[in-house]
C-alpha cells in the first residue's frame, strides 16, 4: 500500500524506523539523478547533500516546524528544495558559479542561522562519543519519546525526578564540554 | 528537582513547546534581549538534534546496506540470466553443427562391400586381424558409437598392419565420415584431401564431392 505525505509526516514524527528507512529510500535514487543533471557537484558529494536533507527534513518534523497542515505542496518537493539549498550552499563553498535556480517550492524552509557546519560537526563528535548514562538517557527522551517516569524505571532510577536531574545534568555537562570547543560567529 | 539544571529545564520545555502562552511570551521577550541566552538556546537544540542524526544516520546506514545489497543481487541475477542465455546460445548452435555434420556423413555413408578373391591356387585368402579391426569399426560407426570406430581407424591408419580386405583409402574415407559425425570438420577435411592425392582410388570422386559441401 502506497503511503500519503500525511502517513510519511507521522511515521517520521513516530520515529518509526523502517518506515523511516523506507522514506529516506523511497526518493534517494530520484534526488541523485535530478541532482546530477542540474548541478556541477562532485558526484561523490550528492549523496551526502541528500543524506543532510533527510535528516534536515526529519528534524523539521520532530521540531514542529513541518507537518501535514502546514505542508504546502509535497513532502518531495520539500526534501527536494532542502537538498537543492544544501547543493548551492556545497557549490558556493567550492567557488563554483551558480546559475539560477528555476526549482521554486513554496514549502523551502527559511535558512536558519543555526550555530554553522563546523560547529554541528564538533556537536555531533560530542553526542556520539558521550559516555553512558547519558547516551541512554538522551536516545531514550529525544529519539525514542519516553516520559521521565519510564526512563526512571526502565534505568532503576529512584524516582522521576532523579531521572530527569540526570538527564539534564547530562545536557549540562555536555553543554559545558562544548562551549569551549565551539566557535560563535559575530 | 536541583536548581543548578533550571536553565536547561526551561529551554528543554521552550523547544518542545509545553511553556505556557505566558512563560513563552516571557522567555521570548528574553530571547531579544540576551544573546548568551540565545546561544544557550542554539546549543541545546543542536545536541537534541545530534542525538536524533545520530540515530537518523544508522538507519540510513543501514537502508544504505539493504539498498546495495539489492543491487548487488540484482546484477547477479541479469549476470547468471546472461550467461544462461549465452550458454543456450552457445549449445543451441553446437547441437546444429553437429546434426548438419552428422546428416552430411550419414548421407555419404555406404556400407563397404568386399567381395574375396581366390588366390593363385584356388583358395580363399583369409582375412586378416587388422580387416576384423576394420569391419569392427564399421559397425560401430553404423551403431552411432562414433568414438569408438574413430579409436578403431586411427589405429588403423596409423599402423602398416597386413590387410587383405581393407584399403588405406576405405580406412581414410570412413575415418573421415566418423570425424565429420563427431563434429570434426578439420581433421575430416585433412583426410579427403589426402584421399584425393590418390586419383584411382575408389573414393577420389566422393572425397571431391564431400570437400566442397564442406
Known amino acids: 500500500m502506497e503511503l500519503t505525505d500525511v502517513d510519511k509526516i507521522l511515521a517520521i514524527k513516530k520515529k518509526n524506523e523502517f518506515l523511516v528507512g523506507k522514506i529516506y529510500g523511497l526518493y534517494r535514487n530520484e534526488f541523485l539523478f535530478f541532482l546530477k543533471k542540474r548541478n556541477s557537484i562532485n558526484p561523490d558529494d550528492i549523496l551526502e547533500i541528500y543524506q543532510d536533507a533527510f535528516m534536515v527534513l526529519c528534524n523539521k518534523i520532530y ?16 526534501l527536494f528544495g532542502v537538498g537543492i539549498r ?55 527522551q529525544y529519539w525514542e519519546d519516553k516520559k521521565a517516569e519510564e526512563i526512571a524505571i526502565e534505568m532503576n532510577y529512584k524516582n522521576t525526578d532523579t531521572a530527569k536531574t540526570q538527564k539534564y545534568k547530562c545536557i549540562q555537562k555536555l553543554k559545558n564540554e562544548l562551549r569551549n570547543k565551539i566557535v560563535y560567529q559575530s | 528537582m536541583e536548581d543548578y539544571t533550571i536553565l536547561e529545564q526551561e529551554i528543554d520545555r521552550y523547544l518542545e513547546g509545553t511553556l505556557t502562552v505566558e512563560e513563552n511570551e516571557s522567555f521570548n521577550e528574553r530571547l531579544k534581549c540576551d544573546p548568551e541566552l540565545v546561544k544557550e538556546v542554539e546549543l541545546q537544540r543542536s545536541i537534541i538534534r545530534a542525538v536524533r542524526n545520530e540515530r537518523l544516520g544508522k538507519i540510513i546506514e543501514n537502508e544504505e546496506r539493504q539498498l546495495h545489497k539489492q543491487v548487488r543481487i540484482r546484477q547477479l541475477v541479469i549476470s547468471i540470466g546472461s550467461f544462461a542465455v549465452a550458454a543456450s546460445l552457445i549449445g543451441v548452435f553446437y547441437l546444429t553443427y553437429l546434426n548438419n555434420c552428422e546428416k552430411l556423413a550419414d548421407r555419404y555413408y555406404v556400407a563397404y562391400t568386399y567381395t574375396p578373391l581366390p588366390s593363385r591356387g584356388g583358395e580363399i585368402v583369409s582375412l586378416t586381424r587388422a580387416d576384423s579391426m576394420f569391419f569392427n569399426a564399421l559397425v560401430e560407426l553404423k551403431k ?39 563434429g570434426q570438420k578439420k581433421k575430416a577435411r585433412f583426410l579427403l584431401q589426402e584421399i584425393i592425392k590418390k586419383p584411382n582410388s575408389e573414393f577420389t570422386e566422393k572425397a571431391k564431392k564431400l570437400l566442397n559441401e564442406l
Open chain 1, 63 to 78: 521540531e514542529n516546524k513541518l507537518n501535514a497542515d502546514n505542508l504546502k505542496s509535497s513532502l518531495k518537493s520539500y
Open chain 1, 86 to 140: 544544501i547543493a548551492y550552499n556545497v557549490n558556493r563553498k567550492n567557488g563554483n558559479r551558480l546559475e539560477q535556480d528555476p526549482f521554486e517550492t513554496p514549502d523551502m524552509p527559511d535558512d536558519e542561522p543555526g550555530l554553522g557546519e563546523e560547529n554541528e560537526k564538533i556537536i555531533q563528535k560530542a553526542v556520539n562519543d558521550m559516555g553512558e548514562p547519558c547516551h541512554t538517557i538522551l536516545v531514550k
Open chain 2, 144 to 182: 552411432g558409437s562414433k568414438k569408438q570406430a574413430i579409436t578403431l581407424l586411427e589405429n588403423l591408419d596409423n599402423s602398416n598392419y597386413e590387410m587383405v580386405a581393407a584399403t588405406d583409402p576405405a580406412i581414410k574415407w570412413y575415418l573421415a565420415l566418423a570425424y565429420l559425425k563427431n
